[in-house]
């Protein structure tokens, strides 16, 4: 019967990684596809044609995307480690009034379906100035990973043994020394996990960008790789768009293959006991 039960989940983990590979794998072999193969969308490339990846590089706008959800992606992820962290460290660690509404106020955050504040947004984005700026993606994409970044890091800081605290005033940090010297290297694998999910929710998200911004030069990858379709998605180069998004997913999949170790224990670590 055990033999019988590995097999059966052995084939199902196989079904599973073969359904997640599979799209990426389509992905790569239909932007190594020559022109006259375009139409075979289901067959392997009779040539390695690199043609694809030169071409959506050099003759459309696709640097200056790259750049662009590079700037907001970083921007992002960098505010958000900067308000998270010693967010979660003052909700984990220090006694004040109001400590746990505040931490349901954030909590609160992670179930507000976040699109239903586009047109609010909107207005507020065309009165302020920031309407079509790169300033102003960072500063919504931050606004809304702070919740779960907050959420983790005090799940996280709530495991730091109370005597490592202790030993800190003894030796006569206050208590942002103590956060800075002492408890957030300990925090690396949730500083990783929420770098990560921050990083893949920023550089992958289209429907804000599509709204709040205008301008082509400001366009970030998931608006760029849209336009190549075409008006109505006729006339679609499918190898091109193919090879422009194998370029656009490759740096959040090398980031998660270099740091998947610190994620699972940063998302673990961070998970809050009742």
């Known amino acids: 019967m055990r033999a019988a039960a590995r097999v059966v989940r052995y084939a199902v983990l196989a079904l599973c990684a073969l359904a997640a590979l599979y799209p990426i794998f389509w992905m790569l072999s239909t932007g190594l596809k020559p022109p006259e193969q375009a139409a075979d969308w289901w067959g392997l490339p009779q040539s390695l044609h690199l043609g694809n990846f030169a071409k959506v590089w050099s003759q459309y706008e696709f640097p200056r995307w790259f750049a662009n959800s590079l700037v907001i992606s970083a921007g992002a992820v960098v505010l958000t480690l900067l308000l998270g962290a010693p967010d979660g460290y003052a909700l984990a660690g220090l006694r004040f009034r109001g ?49 779960l970044a907050v959420v983790l890091f005090t799940g996280f800081f709530r495991e730091v043994p109370r005597e490592v605290l202790e030993a800190a005033a003894l030796d006569g940090c206050g208590a942002w020394d103590a956060f800075v010297q002492v408890t957030l290297p300990l925090a690396r694998p949730a500083i990783v996990g929420v770098t990560m999910i921050t990083l893949v929710n920023v550089w992958n998200e ?13 366009y970030t990858l998931p608006l760029g790789v849209n336009s190549l379709r075409g008006e109505y998605g006729f006339g679609a180069d499918v190898p091109l768009m193919a090879a422009a998004l194998a370029i656009a997913v490759l740096p959040p999949l090398l980031v998660y293959a270099l740091a998947q170790r610190q994620l699972i224990r940063g998302i673990t670590a961070g998970a809050v006991k009742g």
């Not at 954030?106 to 947004?121: D, E, K, N, R, S």
């Not at 429907?207 to 030069?217: E, G, I, N, T």
């Open 99 to 147: 400590r746990g509404a505040m931490f349901a106020l954030f909590a609160a955050g992670l179930m507000v379906p976040i699109h239903v504040t586009l047109i609010p947004l909107l207005k507020l984005f065309q009165s302020t100035g920031l309407y079509d700026t790169r300033l102003g993606m960072v500063l919504v994409y931050t606004a809304f990973s702070l919740p």
């Open 206 to 218: 289209f429907v804000f960008a599509l709204v709040l911004l205008q301008s082509p030069a400001n």
